[in-house]
T-cell receptor, first 116, second 115 residues
Framework: GAVVSQHPSRVICKSGTSVKIECRSL??????MFWYRQFPKQSLMLMAT?????????EQGVEKDKFLINHASLTLSTLTVTSAHPEDSSFYIC????????????FGSGTRLTVV | AQSVTQPDIHITVSEGASLELRCNYSYGATPYLFWYVQSPGQGLQLLLK??????LVQGIKGFEAEFKRSQSSFNLRKPSVHWSDAAEYFCAVGAFNQAGTALIFGKGTTLSVSS
């Protein structure tokens, strides 16, 4: 079945630094990628939607200059948290869809970001 | 706006007992509906989905869900719960935005299984 590989699974960074999270679709072309954020014991909040080769569409309230999303290829999307602060600590999950919605919504295994 | 409500934050069920997790949605058209399960610190696993057709949907691990348009509901059921079913369960609806159709999630229901 469709697999999305998300790395790293855990990362600790210092306040003020930037962190990059990668999501790769291993056996299909991910034309659309979704990025979610999940606070402890809470639901997944959609941050942004990106289509390959286009700028990401951010949800209201999500700072696009802080959460940089790149979807330059059909198999790779990245989320960069710039100038991270402790309040950015969270669980980030990506989800990918193939062309025409194929392969449904395949989720990565998530990245636990801790900013100290 | 599209939304999903999971009224039960936490449910405890005895092992072997039946389970029903509630989900209500708000969406103007025929919804795409999903149930996912998440173990602590893990990603999401799809249990089942409804796009159209038969309103009773069978999923993995013995789960099923029934789409009831009149009640705007998509409740998840399992006839006999196993201890390994303890996890967080999320209902989601596919919501179209200008960039694509994203999933909007409910707040989740934590399932505990007692022996």
């Amino acid at each position: 079945g469709a697999v999305v590989s998300q790395h790293p699974s855990r990362v600790i960074c210092k306040s003020g630094t930037s962190v990059k999270i990668e999501c790769r679709s291993l056996d299909f072309q991910a034309t659309t990628m979704f990025w979610y954020r999940q606070f402890p014991k809470q639901s997944l909040m959609l941050m942004a939607t990106s289509n390959e080769g286009s700028k990401a569409t951010y949800e209201q309230g999500v700072e696009k200059d802080k959460f940089l999303i790149n979807h330059a290829s059909l198999t790779l999307s990245t989320l960069t948290v710039t100038s991270a602060h402790p309040e950015d600590s969270s669980f980030y999950i990506c989800s990918a869809r193939g062309p025409g919605g194929g392969y449904g919504y395949t989720f990565g295994s998530g990245t636990r970001l801790t900013v100290v | 706006a599209q939304s999903v409500t999971q009224p039960d934050i936490h449910i405890t069920v005895s092992e072997g007992a039946s389970l029903e997790l509630r989900c209500n949605y708000s969406y103007g058209a025929t919804p795409y509906l999903f149930w996912y399960v998440q173990s602590p610190g893990q990603g999401l696993q799809l249990l089942l989905k409804y796009f159209s057709g038969d309103t009773l949907v069978q999923g993995i691990k013995g789960f099923e869900a029934e789409f009831k348009r009149s009640q705007s509901s998509f409740n998840l059921r399992k006839p006999s719960v196993h201890w390994s079913d303890a996890a967080e369960y999320f209902c989601a609806v596919g919501a179209f935005n200008q960039a694509g159709t994203a999933l909007i999630f409910g707040k989740g229901t934590t399932l505990s299984v007692s022996s």
